[in-house]
């Protein structure tokens, strides 16, 4: 019995949310080219190589690969078989160029997950993988010739980039990933799974010497795929490790966030110490005007007492008519400078009597959080990109975390998350914005066919608007929990966006 658990233990150890690792994420659009000959009703020349895609229904293989179909497209069938379903497609040449032997096959029927080219420099001695399917693992495994039209996934080798050469006019990689025949118009990736190269020959290892591959060049496929009109993603950005990247940008964001708050502390001590300043400068002034109240009080109790003394003279005198008028007069200035002094000033000013609305705490003097229409720009110190466009995005952000008027985001830590689960598209994306630090950013993962069908399943129906109340919300955060728990523990790229108001928006 202990051992029966012990067992059960070791497996449930293995039993993990599949990996969404770059390699596998390229291996994706990977696929083996079958090129079969017919000669009438009888099949003839059978051949085959590998290739990928550079759009959803492109491929691209050597050119020998499919030489026979490319000279006699009417007697040569090409057969796409995708690393992934249980379909296989026929292909037909787009593009050919024998000279730097490279092919372009279109097909119908699917939509495959396109690679991405980089650009950028590679190191002597830099990791390097091979995709394809060596001829030599056919021939050892295959049953029948079924066999190679049956979805499988490619075969992984693994080597060092051992630098650049001209092969007949052509720059060509040279590197030691083991490759057969059959690996022909396989990719040759960088560790972050985007292409360097197209595999296309390799040396022979005669009296011991050691063999070498070559790969047609990056830069020879994509002034290829230019000639041949074809768009393509391309990337120069450095390849880092997820790991590396995940924990540079936590410490990055955590250092936005934390500036972010000083300058708010700050901007709501600037505009404590202005109100407080005005209030000052109002008490000031109050005190000035209640002086002069003073003064015109005083002013008119002389006067008040000058209009006695003359009513008083007057009398004596016998005016009493002037005297009358003195009188009143008289009474006159003191109700005035009673009423002048009782209506002076008295000191407490208010921040409405100063000018200033909302009280003198930092939070009313905070700078409003974004909301609106933002225009995203990419970020690429804090992003890892291995396949996904880096364009501008552009969001129409609410506070309450409605985004576009249709998604709603759910709070997460200070900022606000929401996952989507594509039917297009064999990616599942962690979409967040952080309001503090307007940092908008998308976490990808990079699935296969199975991992994309168990996250489609989590997903189920998903609510058409943003929710308003609630028991939405939380029938939402268990909906997203659903979703999370089916995803590997590392996503494949992440990608990080600095927002402000688009031009335009108010």
Sequence with gaps: MARFLLILAMVAAFV???RADDISAAARGVVRVVTIAFDGDQVGDFGHGSGFAIAPDRIVTNAHVVELAARDPAHVVIGIVPSQGDRTFRGRVVAYDPARDLAEIAFDGARLPPVTLYNGPMSDGAQVVALGYPG???????QSALDYITPLSPVRSQGVFSGARSLAGVRVLLH?????????????LDPCGRVIGVNSAITGGQDGDSSFAFAIADSELAQFLREAGQAYQSVGTPCTSIENRLAADAEAAEQERAAAEAAKRAHAQAEAMKQEQALADARAREERIAENFMALAAVLLVAGALAVGGATLLTTRGEKRHATWAGIAAAAFFVAAIAVFFSRPDGAVSLATAGLAGGTSGDTATPPAPSGRLLCRFVPERSRATVSSTEDVTIDWRPNGCVNGRTQYLPAGGTWQRVLVPDTEDTVSVLGFDPATSTYTATRYLL?????AAARTARGEEPAACASGDAQRQALASHQAAI?????ALPNEKLVYRCAPAPGSK
């Excluded at 030599?136 to 295959?142: K, S, Y």
């Excluded at 296969?448 to 994309?452: G, I, K, T």
């Excluded at 999370?484 to 590997?488: G, N, Q, Y």
């Design 16 to 18: 993990q949310p599949a």
């Design 136 to 142: 030599n693992v056919d021939l050892a495994t295959a």
């Design 448 to 452: 296969d066919s199975p991992a994309m």
């Design 176 to 188: 030691t990933a083991g490759i057969a025949r059959g690996n022909s118009g396989g990719p040759l």
């Design 484 to 488: 999370r728990a089916t995803l590997p």
